[in-house]
């Protein structure tokens, strides 16, 4: 079998989820029974982040200008030219919002069998299986996929960052981007202005929800709370959806799926489709009014208390 690992970039390093698809992809070569893991990589000005991938595998670089903004159709089409040229039985990636617009339409151009979100690996029956999660996050279930090659969507929050090894080979690669389709053009990228870490990629995430009467108090509160630990805000879909939150902060099956070392959940419920998102953090730690709210049920601490009186508490106290 063999194994493609299709990494993004963050500058001059390899993402973080990206490193928790190459822990799955390490899973599946064990549960086969052994298989060749390698790297592609695709962008521009790809220098040092080809030497940060190769200590994860043989790496197969397409670097070219016109690939440093990514769009779904050119991104899907170089994936799958990658794929057939290798000969890949397995293709896996993070479960990014790049993948899940590129990796699908990859999937397609293989003839692939596509399983998205997966969370473990095993081997059953001579084959691999996929564990995901379905029906908002209320089913758990054990997946194979029939067909080949099959492409594989890794949730990073399910898995440890990768360590590196020695390096490997880095092989450029020689495909004709000009015959890349081009029926996408990008326009522009809008980014957080906080100056705040990324929930997908921080250590600590305060999280607030409809506990919060106005932006203002989300801001002061919740804004204030994690600056003070340095740490990423988020938030529910009802805070969103309210105007009291912004939406790159949203948590769960329709936002970011995270998995920090620490959440701390202020005046959330818990609807399943926020705990998709949140679920699999090290240490949950809640606040709140309602002794009953389901979030309790996988909090390792909890504070019944008001949102409005504890926090500045803490504040202080920091």
């Not at 740490?231 to 959806?241: E, L």
Request: charged letters at 20%.
């Amino acid at each position: 079998m063999k194994i493609l690992v299709v990494l993004e970039t963050q500058g001059d390093a390899l993402r973080q989820a990206s490193r928790c698809a190459i822990t799955l992809a390490r899973s599946a070569a064990e549960a086969a029974g052994g298989a060749e893991i390698e790297i592609a990589l695709l962008g521009a000005n790809l220098a040092a982040a080809s030497v940060a991938a190769s200590c994860y595998g043989p790496v197969f670089v397409l670097d070219h200008d016109s690939l440093a903004e990514v769009t779904a159709d050119r991104y899907a089409a170089a994936v799958a030219e990658i794929a057939r040229a290798r000969g890949t039985d397995l293709l896996i990636a993070a479960s990014t919002s790049q993948a899940k617009d590129g990796i699908a339409r990859a999937a397609a151009l293989l003839d692939g069998a596509m399983v998205s979100d997966a969370s473990a690996c095993a081997a059953r029956d001579g084959r691999l299986v996929w564990r995901r999660r379905m029906h908002a996050g209320s089913v758990l279930a054990w997946v194979a996929a029939h067909g080949s090659p099959v492409v594989v969507t890794a949730l990073p929050s399910a898995f440890s960052p990768a360590e590196p090894s020695a390096p490997n080979a880095i092989t450029p690669l020689a495909i004709d981007v000009a015959a890349l389709p081009s029926a996408i053009r990008f326009e522009s990228v809008s980014v957080g202005t906080t100056g705040r870490p990324d929930p997908t990629e921080a250590a600590i995430v305060v999280s607030g929800g409809r506990a919060f009467k106005t932006a203002e108090d989300y801001e002061r509160l919740i804004g204030g709370l994690a600056d003070k630990l340095g740490a990423a805000t988020g938030s529910t879909r009802a805070a969103v959806d309210a105007g009291i939150a912004p939406n790159e902060n949203q948590v769960g099956q329709s936002g970011k799926i995270i998995a920090p070392n620490l959440y701390l959940g202020i005046g959330v419920s818990g609807a399943i489709q926020h705990l998709t998102g949140m679920v699999h953090s090290k240490v949950i730690a809640v606040i709140n009014t309602d002794e009953e709210a389901p979030l309790l049920e996988y909090a390792d601490f909890a504070l019944i208390a008001d949102a409005y009186e504890a926090i500045p508490e803490l504040i202080a106290k920091l």
